[in-house]
């Protein structure tokens, strides 16, 4: 039974920083290709940043050189920093995990990932 847990939303004023970290356990394959989407209401979800099997990294053109993701593979826990935030970055963030190696492997594993709860950020 795969649980991504996330923890490090809140709210910030534009400019301030908040990092995101998203711990996964039950799965190994979980731990290897992971990602951050977000949401806002009445929009569907949107890939922010991920991580690719071979480590490459990839993000949303709204969020590059202000958002860096990464994992400490130690703890199985994948972060993402958030810097320079803007009122347009507020939404639900969500982390994703890989379902199988043959979907990590393909890629296609950000159409149908596990989910996490979700946790808010909130930028003014």
């Known amino acids: 039974h795969v649980q991504l847990v996330e923890s490090g939303g809140g709210s910030v004023q534009a400019g301030g920083s908040l990092r995101l970290s998203c711990e996964a356990s039950g799965s190994p394959v979980a731990t290897i290709c992971m990602g951050w989407f977000r949401q806002t209401p009445g929009l569907e979800r949107d890939m922010v940043a991920y991580?690719?099997?071979?480590?490459?990294?990839s993000y949303r053109d709204s969020v590059k050189g202000r958002f860096t993701i990464y994992k400490d593979n130690t703890t199985n826990t994948l972060y993402l920093q958030m810097n320079s935030l803007k009122p347009e970055d507020t939404a639900m963030y969500y982390c994703?995990?890989?379902?199988?190696?043959?979907?990590?492997?393909?890629?296609?594993?950000?159409?149908?990932?596990?989910w996490g709860q979700g946790t808010q950020v909130t930028v003014s």
């Open positions: 994703a995990a890989a379902k199988t190696f043959g979907a990590c492997y393909t890629g296609s594993w950000l159409l149908r990932p596990h």
């Open positions: 991580i690719e099997y071979h480590g490459d990294r």
